[in-house]
């Protein structure tokens, strides 16, 4: 009993340890509006956004309180680890670092091995 | 004489508990422990309880440790509370400055900022300092200042603006 008590009591100091300094999204910008009627709070001019090796830019970021997911939209340019994501329009799930682009998409990749065997 | 007849008058018309009163040798009038309400009809406007409050010239009240609470009808729409206020009760604004924190009970939206103006007739409550707001989410918003209505459905935030969004990976 004191052995699975013990196990409880770990468990439960793990996930609010794991959850403390853990990075968070930023995202900047210009000005913002919290629109409480729609749940989204949306993010205008030199919108930048960041979290660990990801960043970039566009024109207007909306994010969905409810869901989690950032809509993007306006001259889209993503830079991670060398490699360049563009697009019109973007989908950005917060939780589950993925990024969709859904108009006028271009990817360049730029891969390091390459590099290292000449 | 006059001055102190009309803040007694002022405070009188809107206290429903004061713990003392006295006057300064400025001819300043200071009332300590106070509990001020404002009705419209049978509803409320606000209540306000403060550690003192002060009359210097005209009847423009000086409070100290204010705690207010803003009503639309019977619920509470605002709390804003801070270290010092001044409200002008011709123009019926408040100006609550030092540590001043709102908080939103529909939305629970927490704002903190170092000035805020709330003018009651004109729907409007703004934050003309640096201000960091934060969401029942846990997300917080970093802007220089802030303007909305007493109900916070709709809160603009002028920048440069930083917004900070928890991560919990999957």
Not at chain 2, 27 to 36: D, E, N, R, S, T
Request: with cysteine; net charge positive; aromatic share 8%.
């Amino acid at each position: 009993m004191k052995i699975f008590l013990s196990l409880i009591i770990m468990v439960l100091l793990c996930i609010p340890v794991a959850a403390l300094g853990a990075e968070p999204l930023v995202i900047t910008g210009d000005s913002s509006t919290l629109d409480y009627k729609n749940n989204i709070l949306t993010v205008r001019g030199n919108v930048r956004m960041s979290y660990k090796d990801i960043s970039g830019v566009c024109e207007e970021a909306v994010y969905s309180i409810s869901s989690g997911i950032v809509d993007l939209k306006g001259k889209i340019e993503f830079v991670r680890n060398g490699s360049t994501l563009t697009g019109e329009k973007a989908r950005y799930y917060v939780n589950e670092r993925k990024m969709v682009i859904e108009d006028r998409a271009t990817f360049i990749h730029f891969p390091q091995k390459i590099e290292k065997k000449k | 004489m006059v001055k102190t007849g009309l803040a007694l008058i002022a405070i009188m018309m809107m206290a429903t508990a004061v713990q003392a009163a006295e006057e300064r040798k400025d001819g300043g009038l200071i009332f300590k422990g106070v509990q001020l309400t404002e009705k419209k009809g049978d509803f409320k406007i606000w209540d306000i309880t403060a550690a003192s409050v002060e009359y210097k010239e005209g009847n423009v009240a000086y409070l100290e440790a204010p705690e207010i609470l803003f009503y639309d009808k019977l619920k509470v729409e605002l709390q804003v509370e801070g270290e010092r206020a001044q409200y002008d009760p011709n123009s019926k604004i408040f100006i609550l400055t030092r540590n001043v924190r709102l908080f939103s009970p529909q939305h629970r939206l927490t704002i903190f900022s170092n000035r805020v103006v709330c003018n009651y007739p004109g729907n409007r409550v703004e934050s003309t300092e640096k201000t960091r707001a934060v969401t029942p989410d846990g997300a917080t918003i970093f802007s220089q200042s802030l303007r909305s209505d007493f109900s916070m459905q709709k809160v603009d935030f002028k920048g440069p603006v930083r917004i900070e969004i928890p991560v919990v990976e999957r």
